[in-house]
């Protein structure tokens, strides 16, 4: 195996799993991606998941030296469990993060995707790190990520940043997460998926926007989003809010649009002052390349309190 130091960085989405072998360039020097149907609807996701990763190690050539996934989750404070996954079955109350490293023999570090993205793209942004940042990605469910004095909000829990599960009022339609009513069942990647397979199914789910922009079911869900968004900016107040994820990158999506109901949203001072939008810069990589990050930090970071110990 190669010898090259490296690690693991995995990206569990509702739709895609991606992993990539990452240097400590920062550099993808293998890769691989799968369906997450192909890991979720066997007998048990959890060994599924464990023998995809360890198949694309030994196929990959590398040996590295440690494993950083991120999941479209609830993680624990202490970020060692999932405790709920409402998109993908099978990953829910698992202490993920001893299970991969007795497994593999090497130290796994768990993070919610969201904060994964967000990860990348304060680095690729160049973003002030002291600055409240708020980040918006709108995919197969909304991910949410908190970044406040310096750090992810994680909350007492490590539930923070659930906006895609924040109750709408007159929604009244089972959520993935058990409770009804939820954002996501009325404006999520999955939702739109829905609609378009119903409305116009012979249509690429990439051009929806480019035909139906203007519909109102689908201009209602801009607004839901937006209402959404906003509620959370009046409350944190932040200096950038980053915009991203699939839905918000399909071909004639109307961000200005988003960002327009957004604003109409805003108390002052964040109205007076003009929030600083901006979209994200993740592409598929960048959950693989924001976990190799957050690996990184916390391991340099404890390698250098060790040598000043």
Not at 7 to 15: A, E, F, I
Not at 83 to 91: E, F
Not at 304 to 309: F, Q, V
């Amino acid at each position: 195996m190669n010898q090259r130091d490296c690690v693991l960085g995995v990206d569990v989405g509702g739709t895609h799993i991606r992993m990539g072998i990452v240097d400590d360039s920062g550099t993808i020097v293998s890769d691989n991606m799968r369906y997450t149907k192909e890991v979720s609807e066997g007998e048990s996701t959890l060994e599924n998941l464990i023998s995809l990763l360890e198949g694309f190690v030994h196929e990959s050539g590398f040996n590295p030296r440690g494993i950083s996934i991120g999941f479209p989750s609830v993680v624990s404070k202490d970020r060692k469990t999932i405790i709920q996954t409402p998109n993908i079955r099978g990953l829910d109350n698992l202490e993920l993060s001893a299970i991969v490293s007795s497994y593999f023999g090497i130290p796994c570090e768990l993070e919610k995707d969201v904060n994964l993205l967000l990860r990348y793209d304060l680095s690729t942004l160049k973003i002030e790190p002291e600055d409240p940042v708020v980040g918006v990605y709108w995919g197969t469910g909304i991910g949410n990520s908190l970044w406040v004095n310096g750090t992810f909000l994680t909350g007492a829990s490590g539930g923070a940043g659930e906006l895609g599960h924040v109750p709408i009022a007159g929604a009244e339609e089972l959520c993935g997460c058990g409770n009804f009513g939820c954002l996501e069942t009325v404006a999520s990647g999955r939702k739109l998926a829905e609609w378009a397979a119903s409305h116009c199914s012979e249509l690429p789910l990439d051009d929806l926007f480019l035909s139906h922009a203007e519909h109102p079911d689908l201009t209602a869900m801009v607004e839901y989003t937006a209402q959404a968004v906003a509620s959370e900016l009046n409350i944190i107040d932040p200096g950038v809010v980053i915009l991203g994820g699939g839905v918000i990158r399909m071909k004639g999506f109307p961000s200005q649009e988003l960002i327009r109901r957004i604003e109409a949203h805003l108390r002052v001072p964040a109205r007076s002052r003009r929030t600083n939008f901006r979209f994200s810069q993740a592409g598929h990589s960048s959950g693989v390349l924001g976990a190799a990050l957050h690996y990184f930090d916390i391991h340099g970071r404890m390698a250098a309190e060790k040598d000043r110990s």
